[in-house]
């Protein structure tokens, strides 16, 4: 896997205070579990994303960890109260130095 | 003279046959009718399919400029959308006396116009390209007649399809059409319309091409599979499509 890949945000870039809004959160990644062979017999070593966090407007709202048991191109899907107007960082760090980072926008009326 | 009158007889005869077999299925089914409400849901949400992010290299790999001709696909091709609509509903398609499918016809492109080396089969970048030109005809549906080019291609895919092989001794048919419907260990058996290829397949967590498919079923049938890009496999895909005419494409399409 590269140091960094694709990623995409799903969610909606209006809300109404206090509304509870949807974010989905995508990451392409191999996900390579670490307890597959290859044709020669080698062990191919793990490469996954471990750690995935949002944070809203410099806050964190959601943190999640992942592990070998989690599939290719691990999407995560969550909720959160829209506060106000900002930004939301989105960011994935896993093996073998990958890092991959997303921002969204989102108006609060 | 005779020899014609003989093989049109033939080609009749083959006709009318199929024509029976067709009527003698209540419906044809594409693979998403029989899926779980889950799966449905996966592939209707184009921002979940997990074919997404093939589509977005697809898109990538369209523009990018390359080889001794610094050439991108759009450099001949244009606009994907209005250019590409539609396209994947012919294949496979006798182009110049070869019966290509639509990853054949990718790689011969890139060979002869950008002068590049092509790329492998079932490679990242050959799906991510195919799901990306199959794409823009989703909705549309698939317009493969039979025509007099190719006519004798798809009767040799006609002949596979009923042809028994491996030491299972079985033939397409005798499960996606006499069978189809029925359970297999615990999956459904579809009727092998490939209505949405290249597939994101659950099972192989990954996009896979028709022959990726067929080549499945042939392991499991204890068959030597065909080749990637062999005329025999061209032959069955011009086939299932040809049996699959006026359905609507699908692809990216999600299956278990």
Redesign the interface.
């Known amino acids: 896997m590269s140091k960094t890949s694709r990623t995409v945000i799903t969610m909606p870039d209006k809300a109404k205070r206090g509304e509870i809004i949807e974010i989905r959160a995508i990451a392409q990644h191999d996900m390579e579990t670490g307890f597959r062979y290859d044709q020669t017999g080698k062990r191919i070593p793990r490469d996954i994303i471990r750690n995935f966090t949002c944070s809203y407007g410099g806050v964190e709202v959601f943190k999640a960890d992942f592990y070998p048991g989690v599939g290719a191109n691990p999407m995560v899907i969550f909720t959160t109260i829209a506060t106000e107007s900002g930004t939301l960082q989105f960011e994935w760090t896993g093996d073998d130095g990958y890092e991959a980072l997303n921002q969204a926008q989102i108006t609060v009326t | 003279m005779r020899i014609i009158r003989i093989i049109a007889c033939c080609i009749g005869i083959a006709s009318a046959y199929l024509v029976t077999a067709d009527a003698q299925t209540p419906a044809r089914q594409s693979g998403y009718q029989s899926m779980s409400a889950e799966n449905k849901a996966l592939q209707d949400d184009s921002?979940?399919n997990?074919a997404?992010?093939w589509l977005?290299?697809g898109q990538t790999l369209w523009k990018e400029v390359l080889g001794p001709k610094q050439k991108s696909c759009a450099s001949c091709h244009g606009e994907s959308a209005q250019s590409m609509k539609g396209v994947a509903t012919h294949y496979p398609k006798v182009i110049i006396g070869k019966l290509q499918t639509l990853e054949g016809q990718i790689n011969q492109c890139r060979a002869f116009n950008q002068g590049l080396p092509k790329f492998a089969y079932e490679s990242k970048e050959l799906l991510a390209l195919t799901a990306f030109v199959a794409t823009q005809s989703k909705g549309s549906p698939i317009a493969v007649d039979e025509t007099a080019v190719n006519r004798v291609d798809l009767k040799k895919g006609h002949d596979w399809f009923y042809q028994r092989m491996g030491q299972l001794n079985l033939s397409c048919a005798q499960c996606h059409e006499e069978r189809a419907g029925l359970k297999l260990g615990g999956s459904i058996i579809p009727q092998a319309h490939p209505t949405g290829y290249p597939i994101y397949r659950i099972e192989w967590?990954?996009l896979g091409s028709l022959e990726r498919r067929l080549r499945n079923c042939m392991n499991g049938v204890r068959a030597q599979p065909f080749e990637y890009g062999s005329t025999e496999m061209a032959q069955l895909e011009l086939f299932l499509m040809w049996r699959a005419r006026g359905m609507p494409l699908e692809t990216p399409a999600v299956r278990p």
């Open positions: 921002s979940a997990p997404l992010f977005m290299d967590q990954s």
